[in-house]
C-alpha cells in the first residue's frame, strides 16, 4: 500500500498542478498566455537536444564500459532516467519541465543513478556474462546426484575416430 501515495501525487495531484500553474502563468501580466505556450514549446525543444546528445553520450560510456569488461550499471539507470527526463520534458507543463532537467543534465542524472543503484537490492554476484564463472549461489545449490557434467568436446567423422583407436585405415576395417 506504500506505492498509493506515489501514484496519487503522480496522476492526480501532479497534473492540477500543471494546470494551475499554466493558467496562472497564462494569465499573469508577466508571461501572458503567449510567452507561456513559448516556453512550454522552448523547453520540449531544448530537452529534445538535451536527450540526444546526453544519450549518445551515456551509449558511448555504456559501449566503453562493455569493452572494458565491467558492468555498465551506472549507464544503464541513467539510460532509464534520459527517457523518464524525455518523457517529462515532451509533458506540458513547468513541473514536469523541472524534473525532466534534472534527469538530463549529467550532474544531477549521474547523481540520481548513484542514489538508485545505492538504494536497489540487486547485487552482482560474478562477473560479466559469459560461462567463466560459477556464481556463489549455483555452487552451493549443486548436489553431487547432478546429472550435469561439464567438459569439452571435439566432434569428429567416423573414420578419423577408427584411425585415432585402432591406428588404421578405415579401408582395412571393410575388410575384417
Known amino acids: 500500500m506504500r506505492t498509493f501515495p506515489f501514484f496519487a501525487v503522480l496522476f492526480f495531484i501532479l497534473p492540477i498542478l500543471e494546470i ?45 564500459s562493455i569493452s572494458q569488461g565491467k558492468l555498465p550499471a551506472q549507464e544503464m539507470v541513467e539510460g ?26 549529467p550532474f544531477s542524472r549521474q547523481l540520481l543513478a548513484k542514489l538508485i543503484i545505492k538504494r536497489s537490492s540487486v547485487q552482482v554476484v560474478s562477473g560479466m556474462g559469459g560461462f567463466s564463472q560459477t556464481p556463489e549461489w549455483r555452487k552451493n545449490s549443486r548436489d553431487s546426484t547432478s ?30
Open 147 to 176: 546429472d550435469v557434467v561439464e567438459g569439452e568436446f571435439t566432434e569428429i567423422d567416423e573414420d578419423t575416430w577408427f584411425i585415432e583407436q585402432t591406428g588404421q585405415s578405415p579401408k582395412s576395417k571393410n575388410k575384417s
Open 80 to 105: 532509464i532516467l534520459l527517457a523518464v527526463g524525455g518523457a517529462l520534458l515532451m509533458t506540458p507543463g513547468f513541473i514536469t519541465d523541472a524534473m525532466g532537467f534534472l534527469c538530463l543534465l
Open 20 to 64: 494551475y500553474i499554466l493558467i496562472k502563468a497564462g494569465s499573469s501580466e508577466l508571461l501572458g498566455p503567449g510567452w507561456t505556450i513559448f516556453l512550454v514549446v522552448l523547453t520540449a525543444v531544448i530537452g529534445a537536444v538535451l536527450l540526444r546528445q546526453q544519450g549518445l553520450s551515456t551509449l558511448a560510456r555504456f559501449q566503453q
